[in-house]
């Protein structure tokens, strides 16, 4: 049975994966899904796909698109989460910036160079008419870090998925200024191009038994309960998340994707935009 490598993001999203590999639905189809946790996001699967670390990943739309065009030889096979991804805009509980205005000046916590935290607060500069070519950063690889940096003043806001992070502005680690929803749908799945022409037959088959899981998904009796108990969330924000995401099984359009880099150039963190027969391959049936 073959096996292939898929990385993503330890979050409530991702757990149709999760229920497709723990009730053996990849196996039956011959099919042996590895799956690695990256608390570090988009940046660090950008780097795992480089390197051929994972054959695949769940990925957000923006960061895989960004890292295509500077090289990463990977395509976009599939939409995942066809919703904005909200994106919260974090400060240390008591940290003296009470609003946004108040962030302009001041140091961005972001997990790497090219991840969501990273890209996303050129989006959040732009939307709030700052200077985005003066934005400040101070890396710190995830949301441990990011808790570490903003209580030692390292970095004054963070922005991480609204969500994920509501446990720590409950328990008063973090204070929540404002959320940030992406323009786009939030998740795709990419794959290394050496994957798709090799065994682009397999990564069909691993689709359709996804897709097949998250078509009800939200049908799941009790995945309400089942998601607030494995990612240590109330129930009532888990409701709420449900209520505001979708999944999908349909291809970026080319639309969404233009919209993408459009947005990515008007930032200057792409250097022109492509077509998107670069970015975007579309699986035949078999």
């Known amino acids: ?14 757990l ?9 639905e990849f196996n039956k189809e011959e099919i042996n899904v590895i799956w690695k946790d990256f608390p570090g996001g988009t940046g660090a699967m950008n780097n795992a796909l480089r390197s051929g670390e994972i054959d695949a990943a ?12 500077n090289g990463n030889e990977a395509k976009i096979v599939q939409t995942y989460i066809g919703s904005p991804l909200i994106w919260g805009i974090h400060v240390a509980a008591d940290s003296r910036y009470r609003n946004l205005k108040d962030l302009e000046h001041t140091k961005a916590a972001i997990s790497r160079e090219g991840s969501g935290s990273h890209l996303m607060a ?5 939307n709030n008419g700052w200077n985005f070519n003066n934005l400040d950063f101070e890396i710190v690889k995830d949301l441990d870090g990011a808790v570490e940096a903003l209580k030692e003043d390292k970095a004054q ?24 929803p992406t323009p786009w749908p939030c998740f795709v799945i990419a794959v290394r191009d050496e994957v798709l022409k ?6 069909h088959t691993m689709l359709k038994v996804l897709n097949r899981k998250t078509s009800g998904f939200k049908d799941i009796p009790g995945i309400d309960e089942i998601l607030a108990q494995r990612y ?3 129930l009532e924000d888990i409701r709420k998340w449900l209520k505001v995401t979708t999944w999908s099984n349909s291809q970026l359009s080319e639309k969404e994707l233009n919209e993408v880099q459009s947005k990515l150039l008007q930032l200057k963190l792409i250097p022109k935009q492509v077509e998107s027969s670069e970015i975007l391959y579309s699986l035949q049936p078999f």
Not at 16 to 24: D, F, K, Q, S, V
Not at 58 to 69: A, H, K, M, P
Not at 163 to 176: A, E, G, Q
Request: some cysteine.
């Open 1 to 14: 049975m073959k096996s292939i490598r898929i990385g993503g993001v330890p979050e409530h999203f991702n």
């Open 232 to 234: 240590d969330q109330k």
């Open 16 to 24: 149709p994966w999760h229920l497709c590999i723990e009730e053996n």
């Open 58 to 69: 769940v990925i957000l739309t923006e960061g895989i698109t960004r890292d295509i065009i």
């Open 122 to 126: 050129y989006v959040n500069a732009q």
């Open 157 to 180: 806001y963070f922005m991480w998925e609204h969500f994920t992070t509501k446990p720590l502005v409950d328990n008063h680690t973090f204070r929540l200024i404002s959320d940030c």
């Open 198 to 203: 090799y065994d682009s037959q397999r990564i």
